[in-house]
């Protein structure tokens, strides 16, 4: 029988399906709290990629990776991610993130392939936006930017003491290599 659905049919599918795994293991975990207020105007701009959950769609990433945020007319914010691969070659995702808690502007909802919106919340904020964790509430998914292409290992060393008590496990993070001439 699913051998005769479409192409369309499967997506969808296979959509429904890790939104319902998604909400399973979201259920097993404490809620995941996000910072309490985002000012979206100081927040967009470039960020770079320190560490990441390893994860599918960035497998081929190998350094370099940065996130460009901008806001558009309506609203939403521009979303332009790339990387270097480990063949050399420059590779970009452009997607859409819209606020879904407009008293925080702390949870979005990010697609770049519509219409499959990803969770985006950001969970720990430097004062001075100086840095930022990423994360969703099922936990599988959880990225640490941060404004240079360098963090120094003190503040990786105290935003990661911080992630257990969020439900996330430090050690799974992998380092993103930045070089600082792009």
Partial sequence: MIFAMRKRDLIILGGLLGAVAGWAVAGSSPSLETVPQVDLARYVGRW??????PNRFERKCGRDVTADYSIKRNGDIRVVNSCVKSSGTVSRAIG?????????NSKLKVAFFWPFY???????LGRDYDYAVIGEPSRR????????????????????????????????????PQSTSR
Avoid: C
């Fill in 48 to 53: 770079y990629e320190i560490a990441r959950y």
């Fill in 118 to 124: 990803g969770n985006y919340w950001i969970v720990d």
């Fill in 141 to 176: 998914y959880l990225w640490i930017l941060s404004r240079s292409p360098q963090m120094p290992d003190e503040l990786f060393h105290q935003i990661t003491a911080r992630l257990a008590s969020k439900g996330y496990d430090p050690s799974r993070l992998i380092k993103i």
């Fill in 96 to 104: 859409t993130a819209k606020v879904t808690d407009k008293s925080t």
